[in-house]
């Protein structure tokens, strides 16, 4: 896919035939943002297209996923579903406490 099969552009006449908001498009860095509101969350996603390493990169962050007294707990859980996970893994950041998984695909 990322070989000269598709483009940015293509990526994007996705997202609109699907009618998925796009909040920002930077065409020089080859990055889509936009953000997904389910019924009880609120999703940032970034998408990608790096020619350079020829891979499609998605990252989806959800705010604030711990409260800070189980940080420890929420880390330790994710170490052992990443350990199990064949693609993508997920991290929280030890100060915003956001949930992110982050996947790559040639």
């Given at each position: 896919m990322i070989s000269g099969e598709a483009s940015l552009g293509e990526?994007?006449?996705y997202f609109?035939?699907?009618?998925w908001p796009?909040?920002?498009?930077?065409?020089?860095?080859g990055r889509i943002f936009t953000?997904?509101?389910?019924r009880n969350v609120v999703m940032e996603v970034e998408v990608c297209l790096n020619l350079e390493w020829k891979l499609l990169q998605l990252t989806l962050l959800l705010p604030e996923m711990a409260p800070p007294r189980r940080l420890a707990e929420a880390m330790g859980v994710l170490n052992r579903i990443n350990y199990k996970l064949p693609l993508g893994h997920f991290e929280i950041g030890p100060e915003d406490r956001q949930l992110?998984?982050?996947v790559a695909v040639p």
């Amino acid at each position: 896919m990322i070989s000269g099969e598709a483009s940015l552009g293509e990526i994007l006449a996705y997202f609109q035939e699907n009618e998925w908001p796009l909040d920002e498009v930077d065409t020089a860095a080859g990055r889509i943002f936009t953000t997904y509101r389910g019924r009880n969350v609120v999703m940032e996603v970034e998408v990608c297209l790096n020619l350079e390493w020829k891979l499609l990169q998605l990252t989806l962050l959800l705010p604030e996923m711990a409260p800070p007294r189980r940080l420890a707990e929420a880390m330790g859980v994710l170490n052992r579903i990443n350990y199990k996970l064949p693609l993508g893994h997920f991290e929280i950041g030890p100060e915003d406490r956001q949930l992110a998984y982050y996947v790559a695909v040639p």
